[in-house]
């Protein structure tokens, strides 16, 4: 008793304690706000600009026109400062190999990941198809999708950001951009070989850990060599100050290597111990690598598409340091009602509800961000996935936090509702922000336009509507199933078969999110192999000249 | 440099406070647990099988951690007492899962003790279960004109098997079946003694 209750005060005494500490040193008045620093995205006179690559010529200058403001006028003459933008440009064109290769690389896994899924989801209700090979199996092709959308789509891409975002941030070009590519190499060549590992039935069994950590060894090298360069350019960087963004990309990228090295350390972990490392594997993985990279995309790119700083600088930093405090101690809410102490659910089910905050103030400087500007997202379609996300950002945060609730736990525990949450994190948030991202992204690494803007939206609302139908569908299921399982007077058959027509919904949801995927994937190869009509010069395969390039990145 | 040290020492603090509290006092707490006197440490036909239901993702369907009676009906369903840190002492890696697509398996071996129905039942549960969206593991078995000396036939009810051969099981699925026969943790548990009751003690606070 007294063990348990001193662990869990200490935790979150320390918890609160590192909070406090941190944002004090941060800025030490807390109140006063910090436009400047909010401001650091924009070249000087940038401010009032619209930015979104995705869009052509025509949907820049609607764009601009609708993002026009009364207080615009004074600054009206001031072009950006052109030397800032020329930073910006070999910012760019430092990362465009390294960024290039992920984003390849995280378009060919999502396309063979999401199509495991699908596969994986029409067996749950054809249990009889392709059964005839072992690697055709459900927990086979499930853990493969899993695996390819994991560390294939959504590591890669989410590298491929950090290595966009911080040379641009930081104002200095990436150094050492030959060991990125050294470490994406490394990472993809161990989760090919951990897919087809895990396809020939080699696994290490742990949810989230399957590939073998002989594998493992590749994923954490490739870590290693691509934060060298990252940590490198960050300590040379020329600008002041570090934008939110920086805080939450670099500290994800730290907190990755440690937790998958720690996880995946053979020989230590045993029994209900290992079953808690685990699930604080499973759980931060989402919480403290996916969230973090498209929190701090969201916090980049929603402002610099619209023309404006986030509302609240010191709100932005009060949600990082809350993030990284609660969000590392919730895994334990996946074991409720397990083998485990009690005082470990209860601490993780206490940091689920504080989740609340760092969400509470994302949400608060977003809808602050855009109050009045929401029309904007009519214009521009990088803009529509990045408010997509953002919301899906705050319902699958509080969805989570009350899902750690025991009542609410009692029934959601074990049953497709927390499939259906998991999807809604990995997908409606995670993966529309990174959708989005790199339609940003790509036109400046390419330096060459998305050739059919339509399939832009056409992608977007095939993923809105897929995903919403898989998510409304199975939450639904699984709800029922739960409380069909809670109930001794009915059999356990009733709990299966009752979620069958909502198992067949998420497949037609799957099948939306595939297909927008094949659409995505086509118009990317288009782009990359020159497809559509030449609006800008090539740089990343014949570089153009710089004078060239910023005329381009100006606009 | 004061940010670059703030955020590296930040993001590790953070990190520590969350591996102390999931990680290092988990190891701690049961790093000394004995295991049960019922419980015995598997056989090597039975780790064998044990691989085969890893390799197969058996775990993502079927949990093996019955909940106490205040959390669901996992007793009276027939899955058993809520299960123990010792119960999980010889179990690497873990395998507690987390959906019940399919019912807890942490006893089924005392439910089912028959080697003929999972053999039967892994080759098309449906012929056992109807309704059942387990998949079939025809890809363990092999089917023959005619059993040789020493193949174990599979027992199928009538009119499952393929006409006019027989289903005989591959080594893969008989090592499985010993490990599905070994989950049985019907045992008695004791009590943990009262020093000690914070810590192992697998009662969730209710």
New interface residues.
């Given amino acids: 008793?007294?063990?348990?209750i001193l662990?869990l005060l200490g935790?979150f005494l320390?918890?609160i304690m590192?909070l406090f500490v941190?944002i004090w040193?941060?800025r030490k008045g807390l109140l006063v706000e910090n436009p400047r620093a909010a401001s650091v995205i924009f070249a000087r006179g940038e401010i009032g600009q619209i930015d979104d690559p995705a869009l052509q010529d025509a949907g820049r200058a609607h764009l601009q026109a609708a993002a026009a403001e009364p207080g615009d006028d004074a600054h009206e003459g001031h072009a950006p400062d052109p030397q800032e933008l020329e930073h910006r440009v070999q910012a760019d064109r430092s990362s465009a190999f390294p960024v290039f290769m992920f984003i390849a690389f995280a378009i060919f896994w999502l396309v063979l990941g999401s199509a495991a899924g699908l596969t994986a989801s029409l067996?749950?209700?054809m249990?009889?198809w392709l059964?005839?090979?072992?690697w055709q199996?459900?927990?086979?092709v499930?853990?493969m999708h899993l695996t390819a959308v994991l560390y294939g789509w959504i590591t890669n891409a989410a590298l491929g950001l950090i290595v966009w975002l911080l040379p641009r941030l930081l104002r200095t070009p990436l150094i050492g951009a030959v060991w990125v590519m050294l470490g994406g190499a490394l990472i993809n060549a161990g989760i090919a070989s951990a897919i087809g590992a895990i396809g020939a039935?080699?696994?290490?069994?742990?949810?989230y850990l399957e590939m073998p950590w002989q594998i493992g060894l590749f994923i954490v090298a490739g870590f290693l060599c691509i934060i060298g360069p990252v940590?490198y350019t960050?300590?040379n960087r020329k600008v002041e100050?570090?934008y939110v963004s920086?805080?939450y990309l670099?500290?994800a990228l730290?907190?990755i290597t440690?937790?998958f090295l720690?996880g995946k350390l053979p020989g230590v972990?045993?029994?209900?111990?290992?079953?808690?490392?685990?699930?604080?594997y499973g759980h931060?993985v989402l919480g403290?690598w996916f969230t973090p990279i498209s929190v701090g995309a969201i916090y980049y790119f929603l402002p610099k598409i619209i023309g404006r700083p986030v509302r609240s600088y010191n709100l932005s930093i009060l949600g990082f340091?809350t993030l990284?405090?609660f969000?590392?101690?919730v895994?334990?809410h996946?074991?409720?009602?397990?083998?485990?102490?009690?005082?470990?659910?209860?601490?993780?089910i206490v940091q689920s509800m504080m989740m609340i905050i760092p969400v509470a103030a994302f949400t608060i400087n977003m809808a602050g961000t855009m109050w009045g500007r929401m029309h904007l997202v009519r214009h521009s379609p990088t803009l529509r996935f990045m408010m997509f996300g953002g919301l899906m950002y705050m319902l699958s945060s509080v969805q989570g936090s009350l899902e750690a609730l025991?009542s609410v736990n009692?029934v959601a525990h074990?049953?497709?509702f927390?499939?259906a949450h998991a999807h809604l994190g990995a997908y409606a948030f995670v993966t529309m922000v990174l959708f989005g991202a790199i339609y940003f992204m790509l036109p400046r690494v390419l330096n060459w336009e998305w050739p059919y803007p339509r399939l832009i939206s056409l992608q977007f609302w095939l993923a809105a509507i897929g995903i919403g139908i898989y998510f409304v569908g199975l939450t639904i299921g699984g709800w029922l199933q739960g409380l069909a399982?809670?109930?001794?007077s009915r059999p356990?058959?009733e709990?299966?078969?009752l979620t069958?027509p909502y198992l067949q919904w998420r497949s037609v949801g799957g099948a939306l999110m595939v297909t927008s995927h094949l659409v995505f994937a086509g118009h990317f190869l288009a782009m990359a192999l020159r497809f559509g009509p030449a609006r800008t010069g090539a740089a990343l395969f014949a570089p153009a000249s710089p004078k060239a390039l910023e005329l381009v990145h100006g606009k | 440099m004061e940010n670059e040290i703030k955020l590296a020492a930040g993001a590790m603090v953070s990190l520590a406070v969350a591996t102390a509290a999931l990680v290092v006092l988990p190891y701690m707490e049961v790093r000394d647990i004995t295991p049960p006197e019922g419980l015995k440490p598997y056989t090597s036909a039975q780790l064998r099988g044990r691989e085969v239901y890893i390799a197969n993702g058996c775990v993502y369907c079927h949990t093996q951690q019955p909940r106490d009676r205040n959390l669901g009906p996992d007793h009276a369903r027939g899955w058993g007492r809520a299960s123990v840190p010792g119960d999980y002492v010889y179990d690497k890696p873990h395998l507690l899962g987390s959906m019940r697509t399919g019912p807890d398996l942490f006893n089924i071996g005392a439910r089912q003790p028959s080697k003929d129905w999972h053999l039967g039942h892994l080759y098309q549960p449906r012929a056992y279960v109807p309704g059942s969206i387990m998949p079939s593991y025809p890809y363990l078995f092999e089917t023959k004109a005619a059993a040789e000396p020493g193949d174990e036939v599979v027992k199928l009810p009538p009119g499952q098997g393929p006409e006019g051969k027989v289903v005989v099981a591959r080594p893969e699925a008989l090592d499985l079946v010993k490990y599905l026969q070994a989950l049985d943790h019907t045992y008695p548990v004791l009590p943990p003694p009262p020093r000690s009751a914070a810590g192992p003690a697998a009662r969730p606070a209710s």
Avoid: C
């Fill in positions: 008793m007294d063990s348990a662990s935790a320390l918890s590192g941190f040193s941060m067996k749950l209700h249990p009889d059964v005839g090979e072992a199996t459900f927990g086979r499930r853990t039935g080699w696994s290490d069994g742990m949810e940590l960050l300590v100050s570090l920086v805080w670099v500290a730290l907190w440690l937790l720690v972990h045993t029994g209900v111990q290992q079953a808690t490392t685990n699930w604080w931060n403290l340091w990284a405090f969000y590392g101690q895994g334990g996946h074991l409720i009602g397990g083998p485990i102490p009690g005082w470990l659910s209860t601490l993780s025991r009692q074990f049953t497709h927390t499939v399982m809670l109930d001794a356990f058959m709990s299966v078969a069958i």
